[in-house]
């Protein structure tokens, strides 16, 4: 390994510890900014069926067995990307070791304490996403507060915000307007002081010492993720009105069930109908797999952000 990638090595590592002592969950990275580790499981056993060692299913005499879920780290062996991340030093001076051609780390998204938001405005392809973010916050009415700016190699930046604990922010790639990208659960922003092949990410001046700023609710709204066509509503005591909105809760998976109720209870209560929808949208919370605490808890902050009482 050269000098030059040792230092960069030992830089990245420097700075991913300084980001976890804030609390920050860290995964270290390549140059082509992709998560360092390969994953453990994508090895394949000699007779070319996955390896149900691996987590991909096995061979079987009676047929293909079906592939299991994939793993998130259950296995205890690292490059599970983003679900690697942690804030622990020593942890993460284990997959810096496991990882000694990182130049960079990534910052996980979603995860508490600060549930990070990265909005990256690109400026690849002649897009200018600083205008579209300007005029996306005249027209729902928000303005980004002072926050973290971290500067990409192109030029683009990184604004760091925070998301309540009851909402789950979704990846997007130019849903809002074109070059802004989102970064939310289960995504990763690259770090101040990672290096890539076109340079290096930094802080930008004034904004070092800041913490990330929270989402302005206008703008939360937005990045919350639309409904699916309605469906008739399959609870007893819901009128038209609320049919699809109940039904959007319902047709929820794992990993989502947060998400869909609390859109679909902010919508409620924009239209009027939260109070009447309330009971509805817990009763279908709870099928899904959510307990009655976390769902009476999402829908109260699905108020409170609407102006209502809870």
């Known amino acids: 390994m050269a000098t030059t990638d040792r230092q960069a090595t030992t830089l990245a590592l420097a700075h991913a510890l300084s980001a976890a002592e804030r609390g920050l969950a860290v995964i270290p990275l390549s140059r082509t900014k992709l998560p360092a580790l390969r994953s453990p499981h994508r090895s394949l056993s000699p007779d070319r069926s996955p390896d149900r060692s691996a987590g991909l299913g096995s061979p079987d005499p009676a047929g293909p067995e079906p592939a299991l879920p994939p793993c998130h780290g259950e296995c205890g062996r690292p490059g599970h990307g983003v679900y690697d991340a942690t804030t622990d030093p020593a942890r993460i001076r284990e997959l810096f070791a496991a990882a000694p051609w ?22 690849k392809s002649g897009t200018d996403s600083t205008a579209a973010l300007r005029e996306l916050a005249l027209r729902h009415l928000f303005t980004i507060p002072p926050t973290v700016v971290v500067l990409t190699p192109s030029g683009g930046r990184h604004l760091w915000l925070t998301g309540p604990p009851d909402a789950v922010i979704p990846n997007s790639a130019s849903r809002l307007a074109p070059g802004i990208d989102i970064r939310g659960a289960g995504g990763y922003l690259v770090g101040p002081g990672s290096r890539t092949d076109h340079g290096v990410y930094a802080t930008a001046p004034g904004t070092e010492h800041l913490v990330p700023a929270p989402c302005p609710p206008s703008l939360l709204r937005l990045l919350l993720p639309p409904p699916r066509a309605p469906h008739p509503a399959t609870h007893p005591s819901v009128g038209n009105r609320g049919q699809g909105l109940v039904q959007f809760v319902l047709a929820a998976h794992e990993g989502q ?52 009482h809870p």
């Open 102 to 123: 990182a130049t960079g780390y990534g910052i996980a998204c979603g995860l508490p304490p600060y549930r990070l938001i990265g909005v990256d405005l690109d400026v």
């Open 257 to 308: 069930r947060n998400t869909r109720l609390f859109w679909a209870a902010c919508r409620a209560y924009e239209n009027g109908i939260g109070r009447a929808l309330r009971a509805p949208l817990i009763d279908a919370a709870v099928h899904t797999g959510l307990t009655e605490h976390e769902a009476r808890a999402t829908i109260a902050s699905a108020a409170r952000m609407t102006g209502h």
